[in-house]
């Protein structure tokens, strides 16, 4: 069974980068499209970004600008990191496993337990 | 960009069928999945590539997706699948969620 756990700090001020580290267990890193999504308190699911395990990114437009994604296949580790944050982007982080592409379908087979980010100074 | 639009908030008696939508602009060209979400926990895939249903989730959901509306089914609805549901998407390479749908069991 994989399991993926989200780790970095849960307070980070306004203006700084946000870090976030997945590290994925129970299954292999390679082959598979990973991805970050958040939920700001009380709010809905927004997709930030996802990438395969060789690197290729693909981002929501809205954050795009903000937005790094990167990859460690030798640490079974993928991180997010957003800059110039503000207490608007105070949520709930996941990261996820993209399950098995097959034409249009994507969906998320796997998912962190999430971990709360405060922007706040 | 790509919008899917759920109802906020579904009730349900047990033992009845609930139904809960999501529309979107030709949204049965696409393929819909949906996620059940309780509070404090992470978001668990119950419904992909319209209909399929992962190991694990209980026969009782079931999906559809035609036209502009994909349909999260619950028939025989129990206490314990009370929940908020998320419907999703995937559109010119990006990922869509729905707003959720908050659903109560009473």
């Known amino acids: 069974q994989v399991q993926l756990q989200e780790s970095g700090p849960g307070l980070v001020k306004p203006s700084e980068t946000l870090s976030l580290t997945c590290n994925v267990s129970?299954?292999?890193?390679?082959?598979?499209?990973w991805s970050w999504i958040r939920q700001p308190p009380g709010k809905g699911l927004e997709w930030i970004g996802y990438?395969?395990?060789?690197?290729?990114?693909t981002k929501n437009p809205s954050l795009k600008s903000r937005v790094t994604l990167s990859v460690d296949t030798s640490k079974s580790q993928f991180s997010l990191q957003l800059s110039s944050v503000t207490p608007a982007d105070t949520a709930a982080y996941y990261c996820a496993r993209v399950g098995p592409i097959s034409g249009s379908s994507w969906y998320f087979d796997f998912w962190g337990q999430g971990t709360l980010v405060t922007v706040s100074a | 960009s790509y919008e899917l639009t759920q109802p906020p908030s579904v009730s349900v008696s047990p033992g009845q069928t609930a139904n809960i939508t999501c529309s979107g602009d030709k949204l049965g060209d696409k393929y819909a999945c949906w996620y059940q979400q309780k509070p404090g926990q992470s978001p668990i895939l119950v419904i992909y590539?319209?209909?399929k249903r992962p190991s694990g989730i209980p026969e009782r959901f079931s999906g559809s997706n035609s036209g502009n509306t994909a349909t999260l089914t619950i028939s025989g609805t129990q206490a314990v699948d009370e929940a908020d549901y998320h419907c999703q998407a995937w559109d010119s390479n990006t990922v869509v969620f729905g707003g959720g749908t908050k659903l109560t069991v009473l």
């Open positions: 990438i395969y395990y060789i690197g290729t990114t």
């Open positions: 129970g299954g292999s890193i390679n082959n598979y499209y």
């Open positions: 590539q319209d209909k």
